[in-house]
């Protein structure tokens, strides 16, 4: 199983800036991917995030908003750009399994709230 | 688009009841995740359903995939209160998943 960290853990942020979240994982992979859970919802897929390719984003997320840079096959960043308190949610990168079973695991999550 | 609801959105038992959470999709899935996520905590995967009609179990929890692969159910046999969390099913599209509406489950001693 892949071991994932996220940067920061959680942030209060003043609505109009910026906020980047960081994706650490322990092991090589190809796909990762970011989603958001707002408070007592669902996850909701974000965008798919490939090492050398542009992100592909979902209905409803567009990259001017969520801009996602993945530069190497550990590593992965998502921006929360001129942030309002309706950003405010939970942040998280997942990677898939490699035994076969399409499993995904997923960080921590990073906690922003947005005043 | 694909949408996955779950029901009941939220359940309390009394440690030692059963629990079902039952999982619907508005599309045929090509197979159905499971996913437990503890308060506070990220989601972990539990199993993984392909067939049409598998049933899988995993100590006290028992998996259903539906015959017509658009639905799927959890069930726990004598909850415990580790069992506290939410329980959602997610189905798997290329290579992404539909995370279904999940449900809450409470257990009190």
């Known amino acids: 199983s892949a071991v994932i960290s996220q940067k920061p853990s959680r942030d209060i942020c003043q609505r109009g800036t910026s906020l980047t979240i960081q994706c650490q994982v322990d092991?090589?992979?190809?796909?990762m991917f970011w989603y958001r859970q707002q408070p007592g919802q669902s996850l909701t897929l974000i965008a798919t995030a490939n090492q050398g390719s542009e992100a592909t984003y979902e209905s409803g997320f567009v990259i001017d908003k969520f801009p996602i840079s993945r530069p190497n096959l550990t590593f992965s960043t998502l921006t929360v750009s001129n942030m309002s308190p309706e950003d405010s949610s939970i942040y998280l990168c997942?990677?898939?399994?490699?035994?076969?079973?399409?499993?995904?695991?997923f960080g921590p999550g990073t906690r922003l709230t947005v005043l | 688009g694909q949408q996955v609801m779950q029901i009941p959105q939220y359940q309390h038992v009394q440690e030692g009841e059963d629990f079902t959470t039952y999982c619907n999709s508005s599309?045929?899935?090509?197979?159905i995740q499971w996913y437990k996520q503890r308060p506070g905590g990220h989601p972990v995967f539990l199993i993984q359903?392909?067939?049409?009609?598998e049933v899988k179990k995993q100590k006290r929890l028992t998996f259903q995939f539906g015959e017509a692969k658009k639905n799927s159910s959890l069930h726990i046999t004598a909850t415990q209160t580790t069992d506290v969390g939410t329980y959602f099913c997610?189905?798997?599209?290329?290579?992404?998943?539909?995370f279904g509406t999940g449900t809450r489950l409470l257990v009190s001693p």
């Open positions: 092991s090589q992979v190809t796909m």
């Open positions: 997610a189905g798997l599209g290329f290579q992404k998943l539909v």
């Open positions: 599309t045929t899935l090509s197979n």
């Open positions: 359903l392909v067939k049409s009609g």
């Open positions: 997942s990677v898939l399994g490699d035994s076969g079973y399409n499993e995904q695991f």
